[in-house]
């Protein structure tokens, strides 16, 4: 093997101009520098090509670099820098003792009274340091959900309480202290409900959203609720020195119902299973219903008299428990009740039957329509399945498929709670529908290496189209050599790759988060067939993108578009890729084609033309042009010697002639030397073989 620069030397040598030697240089010399050309030039030729090769592979990496940015890079990493000589550190004190920064951080913490040393405790400075918010949005906050909480509790106080104080003698002098305790604690919170949060609640107007504290209390005395809470709050009490305490004079209190209503409405948006709570009211009320009427009868018996009659309460036993009893009786209407003897207690319980007619025909109604809303995804879910086992009998399906439909019922009812999520999201707007798509399957498209780089609002387009498909176990999610036109992504569940001679050799198990099948959607010409089958293994939830879909967005993305087709070819090239096969010595070729001169060489060897012929590359090339002449020249003579039946040594009486031809065109004097001997295929034969240029 010669370097470059012993074929500069090899090139440079000057053969002698006359006498014998310059015969022999004229005969021995088309051979030596045959060989040696061929060598040498082999050699060059390889070299400048791996050049261009590493040129070409870096421009590439450059190009997917500034295409990509998320792309990792394949080189190096450069070498760290010396590291900087490390700080002093500070002094280590003594066992037993702390640094100083640590003691004033732990000191805030301590607080000295009397002889002792107390520690405040987080919480507690949280909430000496609480700022109470200067406006507060009532559809999320959970601080105004737990004040309505106590609302409510100091509502149902006097609801439940005033009823029950003003027909049983529950309330006495003895205990009378204990009642307007409560009374009035309950009266606090009416009061500092209206004067501090009503006025600070947000609300709409226009579209907007006002969160000014004036505005925010003139909406406040403007609305309806604001009357109400005073009517609430009227001082009644005052009466109590007229009339004694009568509860009946805080039934005003029991008017705050708009905060109870408020209150359910809230809890109901932020419980998760709300249909508990409502069954739990609806009981409430028929509840309520019976202790009223409970009150009123012992009421009615205290005004006849208490035993005397067989219809009135004998004042036997627990008053309440008693008369409790005999309300739920007469409100179910149940029977068995003693018959009224005067005409109040005829026109009494007259007014009760039909009263317990009627509220009980609500009560029944309304927890009807509450069970019936809890379960109605169940009973969608059972009328389907049994609308398909209809349709499969009569159809005489096999009990295999049918065996499958029913799991495949059973199992998506278990795992999503619903047969179809697009169902649940039709409703709400576009915006609401891509937030919800966001959190679900962002995290898991954003790694698919095919759409890294894209436009972020094309991924998010793409998330509104993806669908939820269930697989059972050992179904085929596609099968070798079928049209690609969908993208699957794994969401829960494991897949199997398929392959081997027999097509039962599993390759690899794809877990949760891997995506398969994203070169279809954008292949074309035929690439987009399924190199392998793949099955479910166990029961497999799988998110698909439809081609169709894809292309109705890309259509508004051409950017995108672009790079997701580059690189949809680069992933098929990488796979279709031919791997090398080393031929045997009979099928090689006996003259070997060269390969096409590196444009970089081309270049190079312009720039050394224009420069009028001068530098040692200029003079290379006019070497291997010389070389090149000769190598033609000595083909040409034992072709024609040939024809006319010379043998291969008498060729030197051709080289006179053809050593006349013009040496700086060379293929032009063969034409013109083949030409006389009427020979125009060796013509075109030579002109189309292949040289080093």
Not at 128 to 145: A, G, K
Request: hydrophobic content about 40%.
């Amino acid at each position: 093997w010669f370097g470059l620069e012993g074929t500069l030397k090899l090139i440079q040598f000057q053969p002698p101009a006359t006498g014998r030697d310059a015969w022999w240089f004229a005969h021995s010399l088309p051979e030596r520098i045959g060989s040696a050309t061929s060598v040498s030039s082999t050699v060059i030729n390889n070299r400048l090509q791996e050049l261009v090769r590493l040129f070409k592979e870096r421009t590439e990496k450059v190009k997917e670099k500034l295409t990509d940015p998320d792309i990792t890079s394949d080189e190096e990493s450069p070498t760290a820098s010396p590291a900087k000589p490390a700080l002093p550190t500070a002094p280590v004190p003594p066992q037993g003792e702390q640094p100083e920064g640590e003691k004033v951080a732990e000191e805030e913490h301590y607080c000295e009274m009397l002889c002792c040393t107390f520690k405040y405790r987080p919480w507690l400075d949280r909430l000496r340091n609480y700022q109470f918010p200067s406006s507060i949005d009532p559809l999320t906050n959970l601080m105004y959900v737990l004040w309505l909480f106590f609302v409510v509790m100091a509502w149902n106080w006097n609801c439940w309480l005033i009823p029950v104080r003003w027909a049983f003698p529950y309330q006495t002098p003895a205990n009378i202290h204990c009642w307007l305790f409560i009374d009035y604690l309950c009266d606090l919170i009416y009061l500092l409900d209206i004067l501090v949060f009503q006025t600070r609640l947000q609300f709409v107007q226009g579209g907007d959203i006002i969160s000014d504290k004036k505005a925010m209390k003139e909406n406040y005395l403007r609305s309806q609720r604001f009357k109400m809470d005073l009517v609430c709050l009227l001082p009644l009490d005052f009466f109590y020195f007229r009339v004694g305490v009568n509860p009946l004079l805080r039934f005003p209190r029991c008017l705050k119902y708009m905060a109870f209503f408020e209150f359910n409405n809230r809890l109901e948006a932020i419980l998760t299973k709300a249909y508990i709570y409502r069954v739990i009211r609806t009981t409430a009320y028929l509840l309520y219903s019976l202790h009223v009427n409970s009150c009123l009868y012992y009421w009615a018996s205290a005004y006849e008299g208490l035993g005397s009659t067989t219809w009135v309460y004998d004042g036997e036993g627990n008053s309440y428990i008693r008369c409790y009893y005999w309300a739920v009786k007469t409100l179910i209407t149940i029977g068995g009740l003693p018959d009224p003897k005067t005409l109040f207690e005829i026109v009494f319980q007259l007014l009760n039957y039909f009263t317990g007619v009627f509220a009980f025909s609500v009560m029944i109604g309304q927890m009807r329509d509450v069970v019936g809303a809890a379960t109605a995804g169940q009973t969608y879910y059972r009328s389907c399945m049994d609308s398909t086992i209809k349709y499969m009998n009569f159809y005489k399906i096999p009990k295999t498929v049918q065996n499958r439909v029913k799991t495949w019922y059973e199992y998506t009812w278990h795992s999503q709670g619903m047969l179809d999520e697009s169902e649940l999201l039709v409703q709400l707007p576009d915006k609401m529908r891509l937030d919800i798509a966001i959190d679900v399957n962002y995290s898991i498209v954003s790694k698919v290496a095919l759409f890294q780089g894209c436009d972020r609002q094309m991924i998010f387009d793409m998330l509104k189209r993806l669908r939820s498909v269930v697989y059972l176990p050992n179904d085929y999610v596609c099968k070798k050599g079928e049209i690609g036109r969908e993208m699957y992504i794994i969401q829960a569940g494991h897949v199997q790759v398929l392959g081997g001679p027999d097509g039962k050799t599993v390759l690899v198990t794809l877990k949760p988060g891997s995506v398969f099948g994203e070169i279809s959607l954008l292949a074309a010409g035929g690439g987009n067939r399924r190199t392998a089958n793949v099955i479910a293994h166990g029961f497999a939830n799988l998110f698909i993108l439809d081609k169709k879909d894809l292309n109705e967005i890309l259509v508004h993305y051409p950017e995108s578009q672009k790079l997701l087709k580059k690189k949809a070819k680069k992933m098929l090239k990488s796979n279709n890729k031919p791997k090398d096969v080393k031929g045997v010595p009979g099928d090689s070729l006996i003259i070997p084609p060269k390969p096409d001169t590196p444009k970089l060489f081309q270049a190079a060897l312009a720039a050394a033309g224009r420069t009028g012929g001068k530098g040692p590359l200029a003079q290379l090339r006019w070497r291997l042009r010389e070389l090149k002449a000769i190598q033609a020249t000595q083909m040409l003579a034992s072709t024609l010697a040939a024809r006319q039946g010379q043998s291969p040594s008498s060729r030197h009486t051709v080289l006179p002639a053809l050593q006349e031809l013009p040496l700086k065109t060379p293929y032009a004097g063969l034409s013109q030397a083949t030409e006389k001997e009427n020979g125009p295929a060796l013509f075109f034969s030579l002109l189309s073989s292949k040289c080093l240029f």
